[in-house]
């Protein structure tokens, strides 16, 4: 599974610049490459974000995830979500399944990984769990 420079270059920028809040990517079955779906601006929510993914097609998306800690500190991580809802074809969760690791491989920054097949197993109280 070859992956598209597009989502190396569009990951650095959320990591280094700040300019995207998330990036959503997807697998062109077609040309057996990983490529960019969406881009999340920065004043967007994680509300937004997860109303971007699709309910029935697995995806692969990045968050930068800003929190506070117990400190009072303000902090980010960046989190690699694996989404492959129950819905989605089996073919089509093996595909994701099997190129996951050497996809986020390619994104060097990474600090929290979740998978998830509902929406429940990526709540927002998870992630700021994961987080702290």
């Known amino acids: 599974m070859a992956v598209n420079d597009e989502c190396k270059l569009m990951f ?3 990591k280094t610049k ?8 997807k697998i062109d079955e077609r040309i057996q490459q990983v490529t960019v779906e969406k ?3 920065p004043e967007e929510t994680y509300d937004d974000f997860t109303a971007s993914l699709p309910a029935d097609e697995c995806r692969y998306a990045v968050f930068d ?3 506070v800690t117990d400190e009072n500190c303000q902090k980010s991580k960046i989190f690699f979500i694996s989404w492959a809802p129950d819905t989605s074809r089996v073919r089509s969760k093996m595909l ?3 190129s996951k690791d050497r996809f986020k491989r390619e994104l060097d920054g990474i600090q929290v990984e979740l998978q ?8 927002i109280d998870i ?3 994961r987080a702290l």
């Open 116 to 123: 998830a097949t509902d929406p429940s197993e990526m709540s």
């Open 18 to 25: 700040r300019n995207y809040r998330f990036i959503i990517f």
């Open 12 to 14: 650095l920028d959320l």
């Open 96 to 98: 994701y399944a099997s």
């Open 39 to 41: 881009l999340g601006q």
């Open 127 to 129: 992630v700021k769990a």
């Open 65 to 67: 995830f800003d929190f």
